[in-house]
């Protein structure tokens, strides 16, 4: 389990490593002296908590989980934390509420995060191993969007690197050496696509205006995805500006490929084929990216296991956002729409990650997307969209 590596520069020490090993305790958890009660004694009040996690978590599942650790130091309660932080409230969509502080979370406390994965993916976690297709060119219609309604589109994937614990928990080592291995893998990605890494220690005000840089908000410094800011936290740009890699900022790394005329069919086809690359580098760096066989790619957050996948379309819509039938519509679709900055323009996006390969997400996206504006132009012509309403599933 744990190692204990004798230093190069103090061979004597060798003499005494089986006693040293003796001393590593065969239970991490032990080593800790935590001032806590009974697990009756702490379980949280989840009385008006609306995440998934809040609506979950029992006692007795929390009995179960409460004296386990993982080796890297995870307890449950760091698990729940960001539930109890943001408990959310009946008028959005649910959180999940909860974030895995290693890969080994997923095992530890599968009993909690299956449950999580398939309430708010609606798939069922099975010894399956889950889908997968980048396979850009079976994407049908991306290229077809009305673009006088949707302006503008991102697709981004989110993607955990092998022997790293999460940016909930990983350590200010941990967290400069996840750069120098991104500094090294998006070196070998400059040779077939230019661009520039940016440290967010010192951005200039162009960089800052360029990328909207924001502070970290304080729900990310609570749950600890914002300690040590802005250390050892990068972003790299393409020349063209159209994909953008972050660097431990909520995860070790997320590639966004924008296009400004809505067109998802190339944004995702260029995130097709520069993870793959990025993956390949990895792997050839000895930290391959994390893979579950029950899971598939996992990262800190369980809503975005599976693919790690998120297609966003911008349209603009006035009449369709107050409809009532809207959420109706959204759920059975499989997608959600947020509100903006501006009063007419809506951001569109997949919930589920996980159950569905990455082709099947962004058809998912595209062929709602197109069902929304089907109907903005009816409401706009005075007509009811009940017609084309999508049946319950």
């Not at 649910?94 to 708010?120: K, N, P, T």
């Not at 962004?362 to 999508?390: H, N, W, Y």
Request: with cysteine; glycine share 6%; net charge negative.
């Amino acid at each position: 389990m744990w190692k204990v590596k004798p230093p190069v520069a103090f061979p004597m020490e060798t003499r005494y490593r089986p006693i040293l090993e003796s001393l590593v305790p065969p239970d991490p958890m032990s080593q800790f002296h935590l001032k806590r009660g009974s697990p009756e004694e702490e379980f949280p009040d989840l009385c008006r908590n609306t995440t998934w996690m809040g609506r979950i978590l029992t006692p007795a599942m929390y009995r179960r989980q409460f004296n386990r650790c993982t080796q890297s130091g995870v307890i449950f309660d760091d698990v729940i934390r960001p539930g109890l932080e943001e408990p959310g409230d009946w008028s959005g969509p649910a959180s999940v509420g909860c974030v895995a502080g290693d890969a080994q979370s997923y095992i530890l406390f599968c009993d909690f995060f299956d449950r999580i994965i398939e309430s708010y993916h609606e798939h069922k976690v099975t010894s399956l191993t889950p889908e997968s297709d980048f396979n850009y060119d079976n994407l049908k219609g991306g290229d077809a969007l009305d673009k006088s309604y949707a302006v503008r589109c991102e697709v981004s994937v989110v993607r955990g690197v092998e022997d790293f614990c999460f940016p909930t928990h990983c350590s200010r080592g941990e967290r400069r050496q996840l750069l120098m291995l991104a500094r090294k893998a998006l070196q070998r990605l400059e040779e077939e696509r230019p661009g520039r890494l940016l440290l967010l220690e010192k951005p200039n005000e162009e960089q800052c205006g360029e990328l909207t840089l924001n502070p970290p908000s304080s729900w990310q410094l609570r749950i600890g995805v914002a300690r040590d800011w802005p250390d050892a936290r990068a972003v790299w740009v393409s020349q063209d500006g159209s994909l953008v890699v972050w660097v431990n900022i909520e995860d070790h790394i997320r590639l966004v490929s924008t296009q400004d005329d809505g067109n998802v069919a190339e944004a995702f086809k260029s995130i097709c084929i520069n993870l793959q690359k990025l993956e390949e580098f990895y792997r050839e760096l000895r930290h391959p990216f994390i893979w579950k066989q029950q899971l598939g790619w996992v990262t800190s957050s369980p809503a975005d296991v599976g693919t790690g996948l998120r297609t966003n379309v911008y349209l603009k819509l006035q009449h369709l956002p107050m409809h009532r039938r809207l959420p109706a519509v959204l759920k059975r679709l499989r997608i959600r729409m947020d509100k903006t900055e501006s009063p007419v323009l809506y951001c569109v996006s997949n919930v589920p990650t996980f159950g569905i390969s990455e082709v099947g997400l962004a058809q998912l996206v595209v062929d709602g997307v197109k069902l929304l504006i089907t109907m903005e132009k009816r409401l706009e012509s005075g007509r009811d969209i009940d017609e084309v309403v999508p049946a319950q599933k």
